[in-house]
């Protein structure tokens, strides 16, 4: 799987947008981009995930550059409750049955802030 | 509420010693993948199983092995433990279906926290 970069630690302000980014420079064609997110003592929780073309659901939106080797999550009104890990990945096409490892980093430990 | 569990949420246990940690799958799911996550640390991919088969393991030695049944709910077993094993071991479902796709979401469990002395 290719490799991500993400800053350790980020601060956002109650209300305000977060924008997460992650460096993936050596992505390959056929390797989508997910976010998952560990708020502290629970499991990671799936956020979203793109191939090329910018992504919104109801949690987040995905931006991801035209050369794909970067992207930004954007939380629009980041709430105390998103205070969490935020781990950025890139894995390839899964298929029935193949093989689904995700590799996580470190992530980016963002805090909220009243 | 992811549907995924995990037992036991603590355990104690002392090197050298054998132990067996449990996950249910959200029900429907077919695959299930066990993590190791140190502290600080993202979680690790020790192997991952599909209808009752390991189909790809991560760099973890033989000691660590696991089952899946039937009904999808799953056992790690890790053997000769050592302080290092001392982690949160997390558990993943999805539902692999025909075809190809991307658009599965893997739900982790909570986590046993595993602590070897």
């Known amino acids: 799987d290719a490799k991500t970069t993400q800053p350790p630690s980020m601060d956002c302000a109650e209300g305000r947008a977060a924008n997460l980014p992650c460096n993936h420079s050596?992505?390959?064609?056929?390797?989508?981009v997910y976010w998952y997110r560990q708020i502290h003592s629970q499991g990671p929780q799936y956020i979203i995930h793109?191939?090329?073309n910018n992504e919104t659901n109801e949690m987040a939106s995905l931006i991801i550059t035209e050369d794909r080797k970067s992207s930004t999550l954007i939380l629009p009104h980041a709430t105390l409750r998103d205070t969490a890990v935020y781990y950025c990945?890139?894995?390839?096409?899964?298929?029935?049955?193949?093989?689904?490892?995700?590799?996580f980093g470190t992530g980016t430990k963002l805090q909220v802030i009243p | 509420e992811t549907g995924v569990t995990q037992s036991p949420t603590h355990l104690i246990k002392t090197r050298g010693q054998q132990v067996t940690l449990r996950c249910s799958s959200q029900?429907?799911?077919?695959?299930v993948s066990w993590y190791q996550q140190a502290l600080g640390q993202g979680p690790q991919f020790i192997f991952q199983?599909?209808?009752?088969?390991?189909?790809g393991r991560g760099n973890f030695p033989p000691r660590f092995s696991g089952l899946q049944f039937p009904n999808y709910s799953s056992e790690l077993n890790v053997n000769a433990l050592e302080l290092d094993d001392s982690a949160l071991y997390l558990c993943?479902?999805?539902?692999?279906?025909?075809?190809?796709?991307?658009?599965?979401?893997?739900?982790f469990g909570p986590g046993t926290r595993l602590t070897v002395t």
């Open positions: 993943a479902s999805s539902q692999m279906g025909s075809g190809q796709g991307p658009s599965y979401e893997q739900y």
């Open positions: 050596t992505i390959s064609g056929n390797e989508y």
């Open positions: 793109g191939l090329k």
């Open positions: 990945i890139v894995r390839p096409y899964p298929v029935s049955g193949g093989y689904q490892k995700v590799t």
């Open positions: 029900s429907g799911h077919n695959t």
């Open positions: 199983y599909y209808r009752e088969e390991e189909n």
